[in-house]
C-alpha cells in the first residue's frame, strides 16, 4: 500500500474517531469504546472496499454493512457522515428525540443503515440472510457484518455460523472485533470466547487473523476474502478498545460512558492534532 494512500485511510479514521467523540459528547451517552476500535475497518471499508453510492443508498446491487454489535452506531454514522450520506452536523444531534442518529441504527431512518440491529447475536443472521438472498438472486454483492468478541458468547451467532457454512455463502464476510473488553470486563473472564479463530475455522469458515488498526493486513483480508470460493471468511481482528484516545484505550469503563466537557476537548485536541499530523 503507497504512503499517500494509507495517510488518506487514516485520515479517514481520524475524522470517523473526532465523530465519535462529537457525538458521544452531545448525547451525553453512548459507547465510544467499541466504536473507535473499529474506526479503522469502518475506515477502510468505505474508503476502499464496500461498492456502495451514497447518492443511491438503496441500490440493489450494493454491498450490505451489517453492524451486529449494533452499540457502536457512533462509528458506523461517523462513517456514514465521512462518506457523505448525511450532513455531519446530524453528529451532535446523537440519541436525540426525534433525531436521525439513534442510539442503535435504524434503516428505516437513516440513509445508509442496511439493517436495524442492537439485540446482540442478531445481526450476523440478517447478514446470513443477505447473503443467502444474494445466492438466489444471482446477484454479487458482497455481505459484511461486525460483531464485537463479548456478542460471540450468543448462541445465536453459532447458529448463523454454520448456516452459513452450510450454504457455502462465500460473498459474506464475518468481521470479529477482538478487543478482549465488554462491558463487564474483559471477556476472558465474564464468558470466554476463545480461542475464536479455531471456533470459526470449526464451523467451516476461512479465517483470517489481522491487527485490527494495520490497513495493510485488512487490505490482505479483504482482498483474501473476496477471493475465498466455497465458504465464508471470518476476519478476526486484534484492536484496542477505545483506540485513538489515549486515555480511554483498554479502560473497560469508556464501554458506555459519554465524555465530560473536559475529556471531549482532550480527546478532541489529541485527534485533531493527529489529523494535522497526518494531513500536513
Not at 453528529?91 to 445508509?112: E, F, S
Request: proline share 5%.
Amino acid at each position: 500500500m503507497e504512503a499517500c494512500e494509507k495517510r488518506r485511510l487514516t485520515a479517514a479514521a481520524t475524522r470517523i474517531r473526532m465523530n465519535i467523540v462529537e457525538g458521544t459528547f452531545h448525547a451525553k451517552s453512548g459507547h465510544p469504546g467499541g466504536s473507535l476500535s473499529i474506526a479503522d475497518v469502518l475506515a477502510y471499508l468505505y474508503t476502499k472496499e464496500l461498492r456502495v453510492d451514497p447518492k443511491n443508498p438503496q441500490d440493489p446491487t450494493r454491498d450490505r454493512l451489517v453492524l451486529s454489535k449494533g452499540h457502536a452506531a457512533p462509528a458506523l454514522y461517523g462513517a456514514l457522515a465521512e462518506k457523505g450520506y448525511f450532513d455531519r452536523a446530524e453528529i451532535q444531534k446523537l440519541r436525540h428525540i426525534g433525531a436521525m442518529l439513534q442510539g442503535h441504527p435504524d434503516m428505516k431512518g437513516t440513509p445508509g443503515v442496511d439493517m436495524s440491529s442492537g439485540s446482540l447475536g442478531q445481526g450476523i443472521s440478517a447478514a446470513v440472510g443477505m447473503a443467502l438472498g444474494a445466492k438466489l438472486d444471482k446477484a454479487d454483492y458482497r455481505v459484511y457484518t461486525i460483531l464485537g468478541d463479548g456478542e460471540i458468547q450468543e448462541g445465536q451467532v453459532w447458529e448463523a455460523a454454520m448456516f452459513a457454512s452450510a450454504k457455502g455463502l462465500d460473498n459474506l464476510c464475518v468481521i470479529v472485533d477482538n478487543n478482549d473488553l465488554q462491558i463487564d470486563g474483559p471477556v476472558r473472564e465474564v464468558n470466554n470466547p476463545h480461542p475464536i479463530p479455531e471456533k470459526f475455522a470449526a464451523f467451516g469458515f476461512r479465517v483470517i487473523v489481522v491487527d485490527g488498526h494495520d490497513f495493510e493486513q485488512l487490505e490482505m483480508a479483504f482482498s483474501g476474502a473476496r477471493a475465498t470460493k466455497g465458504q465464508p471468511t471470518a476476519v478476526i481482528m486484534r484492536t484496542t478498545k477505545g483506540r485513538g484516545v489515549s486515555f480511554m484505550e483498554n479502560q473497560v469503563g469508556w464501554h458506555g460512558s459519554a465524555p465530560n466537557k473536559e475529556q471531549y476537548d482532550a480527546a478532541m485536541a489529541e485527534l485533531t492534532a493527529r489529523l494535522a499530523e497526518v494531513e500536513g
